[in-house]
């Protein structure tokens, strides 16, 4: 049997993970990096891309800093830095080493996008760019999120037919469904009129009959006064 010690060892542990739990649900709620949910992207060489990257933090920022990385299997450079001072203030670039690079973000509506766009694409542009942010309001804080580009000399077309046979075929049978009901409704309006006609002429037919053949209460049962 457990004795006294041992019961009181329990609060203790419970205590510790509740403590635990209080100091990492801040870092869990914390700063977030995004560059969306396609992670791979394909762009034509000669052209231009955006590449996007929005960061979000529960706490706010203060003089926040970011900066996007090129890594590829044979080098790896800083492309731009910048620092954003608050939420009322627009990104501003610190460090550039391409001019091909624009930075297009904005704090504005609380966007908080450092997304920039590349021009003049070439095939050594192929690789992993990443998108880092730190937050000094956070105690440095860091966090960053990663694409995947790929530049081709041209974009291979998506063979759609099969998608427009599936989406004709099911637009086919909801528009049978719909016919079938819409016939159906009129068979039964239809039949309804029918019986509604039926009952009306059954009452008419019953009320001439008593009159022509004389039966009780109909006018050949009246009889002229007798003459006293």
Not at 57 to 69: K, Q
Not at 90 to 114: A, H, Y
Not at 173 to 186: E, M, N, R, S, Y
């Amino acid at each position: 049997m457990p004795g006294a010690g041992d019961r009181g060892k329990a609060p203790a542990r419970w205590l510790g993970t509740g403590l635990l739990g209080l100091f990492l649900l801040p870092v869990t709620l914390s700063l977030e990096v995004s560059v969306g949910k396609a992670t791979n992207i394909y762009a034509v060489n000669g052209t231009e891309i955006l590449l996007p990257c929005t960061f979000s933090s529960c706490f706010g920022f203060e003089d926040l800093h970011f900066r996007w990385t090129y890594n590829s299997s044979d080098a790896f450079k800083i492309l731009i830095e910048g620092t954003v001072k608050n939420e009322k203030s627009d990104p501003k670039v610190t460090l550039k080493d391409d001019d091909r690079i624009t930075l297009v973000g904005s704090t504005k509506e609380k966007m908080n996008n450092i997304s920039i766009v590349l021009r003049d694409l070439e095939f050594s542009d192929t690789g992993k760019y990443t998108c880092h942010v730190k937050n000094p309001k956070e105690n440095n804080l860091q966090h960053h999120a990663t694409i995947f580009l790929q530049v081709v000399d041209r974009l291979e077309e998506v063979d759609n037919t099969v998608t427009l046979i599936i989406l004709a075929v099911v637009g086919g049978v909801i528009g049978l469904l719909i016919l079938i009901l819409l016939i159906k409704k009129l068979i039964v309006f239809i039949l309804k009129k029918t019986r509604e006609k039926k009952k009306e002429c059954l009452v008419s037919s019953s009320g001439n009959d008593n009159t022509e053949n004389g039966l009780p209460g109909s006018k050949a049962e009246e009889k002229p006064p007798s003459k006293v």
